[in-house]
């Protein structure tokens, strides 16, 4: 479905509400901003008040020891003159043996000798550099920082419904712009935040695990050539699916299911046999695909294809009623084996179905003889036919059956 065109009167909404969350985003960015260099500055002046610290420790402590050297000789020389004074001064016997131990302490006291002191070149002392050009390059990285843009380059085209899923496509408005990667995000309309979804060069993108009847809010930017930036957000616009997603039937010996029973794997089991969708939700008009998620040993009886009812008891979708397409490329039709053959499917391929119906003969509520187109595709390559079939199929079941283990594979 394509964007109808809004209405005159409610063009202004866009407009005011991407120009609120502009101003919300600039705000919260530049706030972070201030935090960070704040945090960056602190963490550099702690780092130099550090490293003035580690200076002066390591330079004051030889001076430090030095001083606390010569006080202790100076008190050393201050206590052997009093002593001297005093063996001068006592009597005879007294003097002698005061002035005889006086001789003794001088004699081993080496008042003459101080410690090295350092010369002044050898003193360091401290300063700080500081380079004002920092202030004029953060002033001039400051104001070309950021900018605002009223034009984004890349622009939402189109939604198409898909079972369980929307198949979002975008195209480049700016004919200047060189796109090298596109980012698409989305949410329930009632969640409050985005989520990529998709990050490539395609400019489509199937997103699954959708809800029916669920508005779900889609956006898409894009990075120019050689950038790093991402460009401004796309208007957000609007998409849901009425589709019920497609299912695995759950409980079949040999085969194991996802949480959302699209995805089924060949497990270790003996028991062979087709797996078939819960109900017949594949309706003519609609591409019904295949992806390959990962592969097993192959076998001409595999196969992957649509059927007009469920039959238990066989174990290959290469009978009647049914096309099909083996993982070895070969297309059956109603059990025959056709002479057109699609490439081999591998780990990553991806097969689709559509079909639409061509009826023959008159209508009628009991059915009649109807011919569907089929066209099948695999790996870049598509074989068609006609179905003939004897009753009327607007909605068939889809199936899968694998004689190995290890064969995944997602249906949408």
């Given amino acids: 479905m394509r964007f109808a065109e809004p209405e005159g009167f409610l063009r202004w909404l866009p407009i005011r509400e991407s120009a609120t969350l502009t101003r919300d985003v600039l705000e919260q960015h530049f706030n972070d901003l201030k935090g960070t260099l704040k945090k960056l500055l602190d963490e550099r002046l702690m780092s130099l008040l550090q490293e003035v610290d580690t200076i002066e420790q390591e330079s004051i402590k030889p001076l430090d020891e030095c001083q606390k050297l010569i006080e202790h000789g100076v008190s050393t020389a201050d206590d052997l003159l009093r002593e001297g004074e005093s063996a001068i001064c006592g009597d005879v016997e007294q003097h002698n043996e005061k002035l005889c131990s006086f001789t003794k302490k001088a004699l081993h006291i080496q008042l003459d000798s101080l410690p090295e002191v350092p010369s002044l070149v050898d003193v360091p002392c ?12 953060l002033r001039n990285e400051i104001f070309r920082h950021g900018t605002v ?24 408005v700016d004919d200047d712009f060189v ?3 596109y ?7 009632t969640a409050n935040h985005f ?3 998709y990050v490539g060069s395609e400019t489509e993108f199937m997103v699954l695990h959708i809800d029916p009847n669920v508005d779900y809010q889609f956006r898409v930017c894009a990075r120019g ?13 609007i998409g849901r699916t009425t589709l ?5 039937t759950a409980g079949l010996e040999g085969y194991s299911l996802s949480s959302r029973r699209n995805i089924a794997l060949r497990n270790d089991s003996q028991s062979c046999g087709v797996l078939y969708s819960k109900a017949p939700t594949y309706f003519c008009g609609q591409t019904l695909t295949f992806r390959i998620e990962t592969v097993g040993q192959p076998d001409r009886r595999d196969s992957l294809g649509v059927c007009v009812e469920q039959q238990n008891g066989y174990d290959s979708l290469q009978r009647d009623k049914a096309v099909c397409i083996s993982t070895n490329g070969a297309v059956f039709v109603n059990g025959k084996e056709m002479t057109n053959q699609l490439p081999a499917v591998t780990s990553g391929s991806t097969v689709t179905f559509d079909m639409e119906v061509v009826q023959l003969g008159p209508p009628s509520t009991e059915g009649g003889n109807f011919k569907l187109r089929v066209t099948i595709s695999s790996n870049n390559r598509e074989v068609v036919f006609d179905w003939v079939l004897d009753q009327c199929c607007v909605s068939l079941y889809f199936g899968c059956s694998f004689s190995y283990p290890g064969w995944k594979v997602l249906v949408f």
């Fill in 225 to 237: 050539d050689g950038r790093q930036e991402w460009s401004p957000w796309s208007v957000p616009q």
């Fill in 149 to 172: 843009a009223s034009h984004p380059p890349v622009q939402l085209e189109e939604f198409v419904e898909k079972p369980g899923g929307i198949l979002v496509r975008w195209c480049k």
């Fill in 126 to 137: 401290l300063s700080a550099q500081l380079d004002d050009c920092l202030l004029t390059i």
């Fill in 183 to 189: 980012r698409l995000q989305y949410r329930k309309s």
């Fill in 195 to 197: 989520e990529d979804v």
């Fill in 179 to 181: 796109p090298q990667d």
């Fill in 244 to 248: 019920v997603p497609h299912e695995w």
